[in-house]
């Protein structure tokens, strides 16, 4: 199996740009989870997928931060209107919902100038 | 609300040694898995070991081993021999329940001195 892919890695924008990031799940892992991570913090949970369908959302995914999984294969999470206190690093999970261990992508870092 | 407290920070172990870093949780949930993953230096989240809270036996992986205390809510993991490539943030991860998202902790930043 190959891991779990993000692109880009990295993501340089001005303020109130618009973002896109992907990612491309381990085959056949059915569930799919965003993350957010600060520097020399532990990830925060933003979503995650069942196949297509999107079950859960934080309360951190403002409505600037859209996330899809349209297919049910890879994901893409969008952030509008970028602000500085979204520079981060935006992590990628997938797992199988009967093993229920999650593996995780090499994330995007992001830098809002 | 579930919590995750890893209370060290840092730590320091020198090459070949044995270091234990610890854990504690709260949660209302009976049935939940626990896991240790490792994030070394602008590198990617790998996952070190596993313990679904049913079992008894304490998970092993290697040099990586757990002792996990469910009536103490503590999971602490425990690296044996340590190397230089164990170098790394070390971050407790509970989901809580199958197939949630997983809550972690802050992170113990692990250095191994040569």
Known sequence: DTGVSQN????????????TFRCDPISEHNR????????GQGPEFLTYFQNEAQLEKSRLLSDRFSAERPKGSFSTLE???????????????????????????PGTRLTVL | AQTVTQSQPEMSVQEAETVTLSCTYDT?????????????????????????AYKQQNATENRFSVNFQKAAKSFSLKISDSQLGDAAMYF?????????????????????RP
């Open chain 1, 8 to 19: 880009p890695r990295h993501k340089i924008t001005k303020r109130g740009q618009n973002v």
């Open chain 1, 32 to 39: 799919l989870y965003w993350y957010r991570q600060t520097l």
């Open chain 1, 79 to 105: 952030i509008q209107r970028t602000e500085q206190g979204d520079s981060a690093m935006y992590l990628c999970a997938s797992s199988l919902v009967r093993t229920d261990t999650q593996y995780f992508g």
């Open chain 2, 28 to 52: 209302s949930e009976s049935d939940y898995y626990l896991f240790w993953y490792k994030q070394p230096p602008s590198r990617q989240m790998i996952l070190v070991i596993r313990q679904e």
């Open chain 2, 92 to 112: 407790c991860a509970p989901p809580w329940r199958a197939n949630s998202k997983l809550t972690f902790g802050k992170g113990i930043t692990l250095s191994v």
